[in-house]
């Protein structure tokens, strides 16, 4: 499954406080959007290949779109094939692991090479607790940690 961009955003812990679909929207066409924080802080996000390019400088005289944002530090693993991956969570409001039928419906394929260490898997798991998630993306896709490995998933929507 690919990221939509309102995941995303909350994934770099930016939520939109008005006019969700039109930002989505906006940002996928690949445009450079300013926005203010919380505490009046000007910042500028943009898509570029998956990745969401945030800097904290103001486009021009533009009128910035306010939002509530709050620092969410990736976590970075090694898969054993030696893939480095940087990765942000998802946020879930449950978790399908607590219900087999859902878990069966969030987890997908494993992803292929993506196969963890048991170190790294800790940190994952320790991760995804510290963020209430069993999700988490790279930007490009989302995934879960399924048994030894990365998996894809499909989180039930909000």
């Known amino acids: 499954m690919t990221v939509n961009v309102s995941l995303l955003l909350r994934a770099h812990g930016i939520s939109v406080l008005t006019g969700q679909r039109r930002l989505a929207a906006l940002i996928e ?13 000007n910042f500028v996000v943009q898509l570029k290949d998956g990745k969401l390019i945030y800097s904290e400088a103001a486009i021009g005289q533009c009128l910035s779109i306010p939002v509530h944002r709050t620092l969410i530090e990736p976590l970075i693993i090694n898969a054993t094939a030696g893939q480095k991956l940087e990765l942000r969570p998802i946020p879930m409001d449950r978790i399908p692991s607590a219900d087999p039928v ?37 930007g490009k896709s989302l995934y879960t940690l399924a048994g030894d490995r990365l998996a894809f998933c499909t989180p039930p929507q909000r």
Request: charged share 25%; aromatic share 6%; hydrophobic share 40%.
């Open 102 to 138: 859902e878990w069966l419906s969030f987890v997908g394929i494993h992803v292929p090479g993506a196969e963890l260490n048991e170190i790294e898997q800790r940190r994952l798991q320790k991760y995804m607790k510290l963020h209430r998630t069993e999700a988490v993306t790279d």
């Open 29 to 41: 066409l690949g445009s450079p959007l300013g926005m203010v924080d919380q505490d009046g802080v």
